[in-house]
């Protein structure tokens, strides 16, 4: 079962500016994952936020976390055409043994 | 190795036919898992196992049968499946701790007919 909804369901924006996907879910977790899907292939992760930690950094990506309001915002900075795929949030739960995926954010990056 | 590897790529079946996925990893990882993804869907978990065992299995139809021989590999046998069953299936493994990603193999997009 989809665990939560990710809005926009599509975001389209030129090259270098920044990009924004918010992530909402709905139950208790142990961290929140942001994965990248190019073509109906493989999710490749991007970055892990823990539940008692509030924003994190990696390269272009800003990822924050409000475990009052059950949701996360990933922000990519100064974008690039290569940036164009799907973005999926993911909430691991307490067990730490289930990775459950919201609805997605398709993201097109225009040249 | 930092790779899930996931074969076939492609696979066309019948609906009277028998065929296996087959995902492989050598990371020491003790958690694997089937996700299923429809066109424009996120995953949908199937199962997971854990050191081998399973331990989630999300009321999956029994016509998709899992089995992990050992801790690197992972198999999805199906039989007398439907052409709704078409779809990517995906593998993945995790260290189980809470502190990494998961690792998706490419997947294996199956189509029924």
Redesign the interface.
Known sequence: SQQGEEDPQALSIQEGENATMNCSYKTSINNLQWYRQNSGRGLVHLILIRSNEREKHSGRLRVTLDTSKKSSSLLITASRAADTASYFCATENNAGNMLTFGGGTRLMVKP | DTE?TQTPKHLVMGMTNKKSLKCEQHMGHR?M?WYK?K?K?????MF?Y?YEKL??N?SVPSRFSPECPNSSLLNLHLHALQPEDSA?Y?C?S?Q????????????TRLTVV
């Open positions: 899930v958690a898992y993804q066109a869907k996120p995953p949908e978990l997971v854990s331990s989630i999300e990517l995906l993945a995790s189980g701790t809470g502190f990494y990603g998961y690792t998706f193999g490419s997947g």
